[in-house]
């Protein structure tokens, strides 16, 4: 069993920056792939960035490459993601997720075997 927790979320501006985390306990995430996902209101949950168990792969959804980018410190049993230019529609419920498979996108919602509580991330305009 993996327990994960994230932590960074907040209330920026736009253009502004936030990092997330997301600490794991429970196991060690170095066997598993790893992703943040988010999820707005009255939408589902979808992709941000995903990594691969070693950190050799990863992936983005088009509407954040360029801006977030996706880090792990298996040594520390955490995974990272930061968030530069900051839109409002950037604005969610952000969870990481752990799971054993990795496609061409990485691993997706359907995939996850394990998630975290979310953390809100709020962009003001």
């Known amino acids: 069993q993996v327990q994960l927790v994230e932590s960074g979320g907040g209330l920026v501006q736009a253009g502004g920056s936030l990092r997330l985390s997301c600490a794991a306990s429970g196991r060690s995430l170095s066997t598993y792939h790893m992703g943040w996902f988010r999820q707005a209101p009255g939408k589902e949950r979808a992709s941000v960035a995903t990594?691969?168990?070693?950190?050799?792969?990863?992936y983005y959804a088009d509407p954040v490459k360029g801006r977030f980018t996706i880090s792990r410190d298996n040594a520390q049993n955490t995974v990272y993601l930061q968030m530069n230019s900051l839109k409002p529609e950037d604005t969610a419920v952000y969870y990481c997720?752990?799971?054993?498979?990795?496609?061409?996108?990485?691993?997706?919602?359907?995939?996850?075997?394990?998630w975290g509580q979310g953390t809100q991330v709020t962009v003001s305009s």
């Open positions: 990594i691969n168990s070693s950190g050799t792969s990863t």
């Open positions: 997720g752990a799971g054993r498979v990795y496609a061409s996108m990485g691993v997706t919602p359907n995939t996850v075997n394990y």
